[in-house]
């Protein structure tokens, strides 16, 4: 079962109001920051502080798994059925290439979707999210605001409020 989510969450207008909260609740070391945007922002990621994704190291292992397994699978093949012709070598390289390519794009691929999805069930578990009715129907995330959801104690929600209040947040919900 979750933890009962205690924190703060607020809209604002502009995205450098947004980012410059961030920046201010990262410098008073609260952890745990989520944020809606109606478009991706680089600069929400920036402000975010975010590591590098570990998406491509997936599709790296996945692209490898797939090449060492067709190749396997090719000389194994090849060596189990000789077909003898003259004096051309048994295992052909050239025509195993688009096997190979082939194998290491899907395997590439696959890879990247299961690291997509556990990396996002990872997140999902890792964060806290206000249950109330109010952050559940608010849709102008998808329209036309930034949101900053941030987890604290009850002790820190004041601090936090000030923080965003001294960023024009349109809206500051409180959740206990």
């Known amino acids: 079962m979750k933890k009962k989510f205690i924190g ?3 809209t604002f207008a ?3 109001d947004t980012c410059d909260s961030i920046t201010s609740l990262r410098k008073a070391n609260f952890k745990g920051i989520t ?8 600069e929400i990621e920036e402000a ?6 570990r998406v491509p190291f997936f599709s790296l292992i996945g692209g490898l798994k797939g090449c ?7 000389c194994m093949a090849t060596l189990d059925w000789i077909l003898p012709v003259s004096e051309k070598s048994i295992i052909s390289i050239p025509s195993s290439i688009p096997i190979i390519f082939e194998a290491t794009v899907i395997m590439a691929v696959e890879a990247t979707v299961i690291g997509m999805l556990l990396l996002i069930y990872r ?37 936090i409020q000030a923080i965003f209040q001294s960023y024009q947040a349109e809206e500051i919900y409180c959740e206990k």
């Open 8 to 10: 703060v969450w607020a």
């Open 68 to 74: 060492f397994f067709a190749t396997f699978l090719i």
């Open 48 to 53: 975010l502080g975010n590591p590098q994704s």
């Open 123 to 159: 997140s999902h578990k890792k964060h806290l999210f206000p249950t109330s009715k109010t952050y559940r129907d608010y849709t102008r995330f998808m329209r036309d605001r930034f949101g900053v959801v941030v987890p604290c104690k009850e002790e820190e929600i004041k601090d």
């Open 14 to 16: 502009f995205l450098d």
């Open 35 to 42: 944020t809606h945007s109606p478009f991706p922002q680089h």
